[in-house]
């Protein structure tokens, strides 16, 4: 079951460096734009807490702002420590000018 909700237009996510957090049915999810492709992930580190949204983009990768934790933002995986597991990913979808991600299918990335 799909439940897509907007969290924002294409003219908001455009020009990130970094992500862009946004809350929407009780979930705080990081947006990130890479290539004009978008990719929604929990916004929370598992390690101390660290916010997602707020870290430098590589590629394909998030770096935690606290403790330097690799997040892969289309999966959600760990790729380097402190942390020892991933974030919840989630689809998304652009229609028209929204985007919009879907909270019910969000996926768990141990």
């Known amino acids: 079951m799909t439940q ?54 590589v590629g394909e990768e998030v770096i935690c702002p606290w403790h330097g934790s690799r997040f892969n933002v289309k999966t959600g995986s760990v790729l380097t420590p402190p942390a020892s597991q991933g974030v919840e990913s989630f689809p998304v979808r652009v229609a028209g000018d929204d985007v919009e991600v879907d909270l019910q299918s969000g996926v768990s990335s141990e």
């Open 4 to 57: 897509f909700v907007k969290v924002g237009s294409r003219t908001e996510f455009e020009d990130l460096e970094g992500g862009k957090l946004v809350e929407a049915g009780g979930h705080r999810i990081a947006v990130f734009n890479v290539g004009g492709s978008y990719y929604a992930i929990e916004n929370t580190c598992p390690h101390r807490g660290g916010p997602l949204a707020e870290g430098m983009v």
